[in-house]
């Protein structure tokens, strides 16, 4: 049964074994050898692939998205298979990505997955989106390959080009994606004035300053801001830390200072607790509003749009640049703008590197920043 008549594009785990388009020109589908993992079909294989990052969930999200939109192009635009695809079929998707059309079946506002609004593209992917798509999809297919399931790899035919930027032993250029110290105190000035009239304004104040103190003194990412406990806080040794499980399952301690401390206790304060929280407390870190349960990475996502979006609107008429930049942040931007004001603070690379738990110092060193504004500085000596 094929999508093109049938079926609007759908998310991935809503996709039905009847609904694969299975055909004779799956010429890439191994089906003579041994294959390592259990699928009969593309979804359940392309599920396989995506177990493997069940430890990482923003890397599962991310490779998701990824596969289902590939899916659904292929069998929507194509009428074919995952299996079915060949290097010409790639690179006419490699096209498609930067204009997904018919817009109205492909594009739209962001919605919940499972809602009828849901579509795969919120509009065309720029050049660096384009190119991670493909990465993504690369190691999908080399997985593919690996596990038997596939005989060969198309996007291997692929000539390689320069990567310009990731080759490029200058990486600052590619960190962009920050508030400057003017944007910064403009979105902490407008969380501060928040409406608190009402008790449901109040909750959402509460939770969203503590929200970001979190995301601007501690660095997390998004997954890790819902996946936490209360007592990822503790003391040790007479200080306390943010005992964090973060990227690839690794633990590490970041050390949290008297301001996050003080976020931390006046949230629990609110929330009927105790000022700070028992080695034993598992509950969870970052609530709904109504403080019972944990929120969704989804849920984090939408509440941060939702504030520097207000912001970005009182901004505008003062400082339209600026505005429209804030208004593009997401809540990765908090990760990038904390390192980076980090650094601008003076803490020491070693500790700046240890505080983002990043594997190695060249990947903190791109957020190094106060070199490029002395040197503009010094540039403005240079005059007509």
């Known amino acids: 049964m094929s999508f093109v008549t049938q079926y609007r594009p759908k ?6 074994k009847q609904e694969i388009v299975i055909h004779n020109s799956e010429y890439n589908r191994n089906t003579n050898g041994l294959c390592h993992i259990d699928a009969t079909n593309d979804v359940e294989a392309i599920t396989s692939w995506l177990d493997e990052f069940s430890d990482s969930p923003e890397t599962w999200r991310n490779y998701r998205k990824e596969a289902e939109r590939l899916l659904l192009w292929a069998s929507i635009t194509l009428n074919k298979s995952l299996s079915g695809l060949t290097r010409e079929d790639f690179r006419t998707y490699q096209h498609f990505l930067s204009d997904p059309t018919p817009t109205s079946l492909w594009c739209g506002p962001r919605a919940e997955r499972h809602s009828p609004a ?5 509009g065309p992917l720029g050049a660096s989106s384009q190119k991670q798509a493909m990465v993504v999809i690369n190691a999908l297919l080399s997985y593919l390959v690996q596990a038997g399931y596939l005989n060969g790899n198309p996007l291997s035919l692929i000539r390689r080009r320069s990567q310009k930027i990731n080759n490029n032993k200058d990486n600052s250029i590619a960190i962009e994606r920050f508030l400057d110290a003017e944007t910064w105190e403009h979105l902490k000035n407008y969380i501060s004035r928040m409406p608190q009239a009402t008790a449901p304004q109040k909750a959402r104040y509460e939770r969203i300053r503590f929200l970001f103190h979190f995301l601007y003194l501690l660095a997390p990412r998004v997954s890790e801001v819902c996946s936490h406990s209360m007592n990822s806080f503790r003391e040790y040794r007479g200080k306390w830390w943010w005992f ?34 028992e080695t034993d407390e598992d509950t969870p870190l970052l609530r709904s509003v109504s403080g019972q349960r944990s929120v969704t990475s989804n849920t984090v996502y939408r509440l941060v749009k939702s504030v520097v979006k207000g912001a970005a609107d009182a901004w505008e008429p003062e400082n339209p640049q600026k505005a429209a930049k804030l208004r593009r ?10 390192i980076t004001h980090q650094d601008d603070a003076g803490i020491s690379l070693k500790y700046l590197n ?29 005059v007509y």
């Open 11 to 16: 998310p991935f785990e809503l996709i039905s």
């Open 329 to 338: 942040a997401s809540t990765h931007w908090f990760r990038h703008t904390s």
């Open 118 to 122: 849901w579509k795969p593209f919120r």
């Open 354 to 382: 240890r505080n983002a738990r990043h594997s190695k110092l060249e990947t903190t060193a791109i957020y190094q920043h106060a070199e490029d504004d002395n040197w503009h500085d010094e540039t403005q000596k240079h």
């Open 244 to 277: 964090a499980l973060g990227k690839g399952n690794k633990f590490a301690k970041v050390p949290i200072n008297n301001e996050m401390l003080d976020a931390l206790a006046r949230y629990r304060q609110f929330l009927g607790l105790t000022d700070l929280p």
